[in-house]
């Protein structure tokens, strides 16, 4: 073999050894094999996409009496399913796990009156917005003229629920913090209100309606205070997901559904 052969035998074991490593790399990584299907294509292979909500926050989520999941939020999940032609499986998560139970896989989706925030939006991908919610303070009748803005709340003893945005405007508005009691859900916050151990709750304003439809004794003071959107959050990079899910929102958006939707859970 003359030296020249040798340097052409080299460099085509070379372009050889590269393309091979190119087509295998693709292949084992490419859509639609093994673990890399991606969320969405586990969920149609599974036939059925997995939901965690916190059910305490009616009209949004809830449990009805037979123990099924009722609500608004509901009903956006299952035109989502039934687009995806996959059926609906609910886990009820309290809401301090519910950010921890998308990311750690456990479910595939969370709808649960999210509000769309930039910390969440670091950690988590969200849909379009499908609802503009805002906050507001619920208090007793005597409170009436009293505690009228959230600027009135200095020095009031003050519920909302953990980790909401909710806790958050708590937080800013008395001004000690030790005012401000954090509770697991709505139902304990509103308890201490009607036993007079809080003086108010901050809430957004569709479960402020739910809450004071139920208890005559309690009502919403004054306007809403704040602008939300609400947004279904899934992982990160799980593009295919998403898209699917804000192609749903779109549709319910365009063709009225969504409204219709709204007036079933808000009106009442
Ligand atoms: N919108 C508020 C937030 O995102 C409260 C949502 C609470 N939702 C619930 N299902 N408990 O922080």
Redesign the pocket.
Known sequence: MTKRTIILATIIIFILGGLGLILYGQFFSGNGNGQELGRLGEIKKRGEIIIG?????PP??SLDEQGNFSGMDIDIIKEIASDLGVEVKFKNVI?EEIFNAVKNGEVDVII????ITQERTETLAFSDPYFN?GQVIVSTKDKEGVINRPEDLGGYRVGA?V????EEEARKYTNDLSLVSAYE??DLAKEDLLEGKIDAIII?YP?AVGMTAKDKGLQIMGDIFTQ?F?GIAIQKDQQELLLQINKTIRRLKREGELKKIEEKWLSQ
């Open positions: 909500t916190d059910a305490t926050y949004m989520e809401w649960s009156a999210i509000t919610a629920q980790g909401t945005t909710s859900n709505y957004d479960a939300e609400y």
